[in-house]
């Protein structure tokens, strides 16, 4: 390889660039993500939970009818709900940095830099 018109300054300013746009590019996914919400649902419905893709739970909604029953079995159902909310965000969440990085042609997995979780 011919290193005597290498340029480690317009490579450093590239490299550079590249830093600061994938930052931008998470910054507009997380904006993104700290709206769209995904539910969880457990026991029939009786209990649902609403989390952001960014994995914060923003609503827990049970049954009037489930809290006759004992406080066990409700924070079971509220876990698994929540469990099955975060989940799906997660999922929403990754699906969505795949597609927004997917024509960058990077020899590596972007997604790890971009909050890949």
Do not use: W, Y
Not at 97 to 105: D, I, V, Y
């Amino acid at each position: 390889m011919d290193f005597k018109n290498f340029d480690l300054s317009n490579l450093m300013q590239q490299a550079q660039k590249m830093q600061q746009d994938l930052q931008q590019q998470r910054q507009v996914l997380d904006e993104k993500h700290q709206k769209q919400t995904e539910i969880g649902i457990a026991g029939a419905e009786d209990v649902m939970v609403e989390a952001t893709l960014l994995g914060k739970l923003t609503k827990v909604t049970i049954a009037p009818a489930l809290l006759s029953q004992p406080a066990e079995i409700i924070g079971q159902l509220v876990c698994a709900a929540a469990n099955q909310a975060l989940e799906k965000a997660a999922k929403k969440a990754q699906a969505d940095r795949a597609e927004s990085t997917k024509n960058l042609n990077l020899p590596f997995d972007i997604n790890q830099f971009l909050g890949g979780r």
